[in-house]
């Protein structure tokens, strides 16, 4: 059998970033990138907007890099990482004896950034005594660290970047607005992968070429990329060829060692699944039959997200520790968007799936956040 591999174009773009490697090939990314350059070369903050998976950290760097910060400290952070209490002691530093287990002064990220850049990325998971204690930093008034009884000043260029909807988070009263205007003085929209397929093969090509046979992607592979509507976007596709890599074993990779569905959804209005094994294997799902039991053949009326949640979790039979692995997330991101969509639990047999607690995560989940926090700051 001939194959042919795909040779990644004369005029694709490739920029290092701070230990990333950015590359595109799409008019939608060299416009992006156009404009982060005249972006970054002035002090305004810069807030990156996006869905997961899209990229929004290597435009963070971007921003970095061609500034005149540039050869100044780069300090990057999430701020849906810790609980509160964690949060602002991270940020802010503290003293010795400021609570139980300081036993030493510990800086804190905005003193750590001096005169650099701050990267907060999943700014929206801001808890709103955080939020306003931000704001007056921004603003330039001096704030004392935990525990601390000296005021300290700082100058930072803060970039935060998140793939919440923060304008509906203002009216919905879950995001301050003085903070919000003050943080998107300049907006970049990173563009779903989906609207950038151009940029498919290079960045297969940069996924691929870490690997020591360096595989390449034959047409019907590169085919069956184009044709897959990526709503994990950038973060989905490199697990994909990972995988994909390991399946072919050196070989060039074809179509079959992707493992994408046959049948896709499109991204607007009510999505049917089709043609995925796995899933009507282990939900049991039986298409033809659709009109005898609705929940045979899944349909959601939501964005591609929602979608993507729905059909992982209920790949991993609601284990949300594997469902997070598989979404390139952690479990409590994953948390807060079961508790957001409400109604993705496993769908078995054909039974309704139940909603999820509406009024905060149920008292089990809450226990295994408690028992996962403690295990990464034992």
């Known amino acids: 059998m001939v194959m042919t591999a795909i040779r990644m174009s004369a005029r694709t773009e ?13 008019p939608a990314m060299r416009s992006l990138f156009q404009l982060v350059e005249r972006v970054a070369r002035s002090q305004a903050a810069v807030l ?22 540039c050869s100044r400290p780069w300090v990057d952070f999430s701020c849906g990482a810790l609980p509160e209490h ?3 002691s991270e940020l802010f530093g503290y003293e010795r004896g400021a609570f139980s287990g300081a036993v030493t002064a510990k800086p804190g990220l905005f ?32 704030y004392y660290r935990l525990g601390g009884t000296k005021k300290v000043q700082v100058d930072v260029r803060i970039v935060a970047a998140t793939n ?30 989906r609207e950038r397929r151009e940029d498919l093969a ?20 590169l085919a069956a990329l184009e044709r897959y509507h990526w709503p994990g976007n950038v973060r989905e596709l490199r697990n994909v060829l990972t995988r994909a890599a390991l399946a072919a074993g050196g070989a060039p990779i074809e179509a079959s060692h992707l493992g994408l569905p046959v049948v896709l959804p499109e991204p607007q209005g009510a999505v049917t699944l089709r043609g995925l094994d796995w899933l009507e294997r282990e939900a049991d799902l039986k298409i033809e039959a659709q009109d ?50 409400g109604n993705l639990q496993p769908f078995r047999n054909g039974a309704r799936p139940e909603p999820l607690p509406r009024n905060g995560i149920g008292p089990e989940e809450r226990l295994e956040d408690e028992r996962e926090l403690a295990g990464k700051t034992a």
Request: hydrophobic residues 40%; proline residues 5%.
């Open 164 to 193: 919440a909807d923060l304008e509906r988070a203002v009216e919905q009263g879950r995001f301050r607005s003085d903070l919000y205007h003050r943080l998107s003085q300049v907006v970049l929209r990173v563009p779903p992968l």
């Open 292 to 341: 005898k039991n609705p929940w045979t053949s899944l349909k959601i009326n939501a964005d591609p997200d929602q979608f993507h949640f729905a059909v992982v979790t209920d790949r991993t039979g609601g284990h949300r520790e594997k469902a997070a692995a598989l979404l390139g997330i952690s479990r409590r991101t994953l948390s807060r968007k079961l508790k957001l969509y």
């Open 111 to 142: 003193e750590l950034a001096h005169t650099g850049t701050l990267f907060l990325d999943e700014v929206g998971e801001l808890d709103p005594r955080m939020q306003v204690k931000l704001l007056r930093v921004l603003d330039g008034v001096p």
């Open 48 to 69: 990156i907007l996006g869905e997961s998976g899209t990229g929004k950290e290597i435009v963070a760097r971007a921003v970095h890099t061609f500034s005149l910060r």
């Open 86 to 88: 964690l949060l602002e």
């Open 14 to 26: 490739r920029v290092e970033l701070l230990g990333l490697t950015a590359v595109y090939a799409s």
């Open 202 to 221: 290079p960045l297969a090509e940069l996924f691929l070429s870490g690997y020591e046979a360096s595989p390449k992607l034959t047409r019907s592979a």
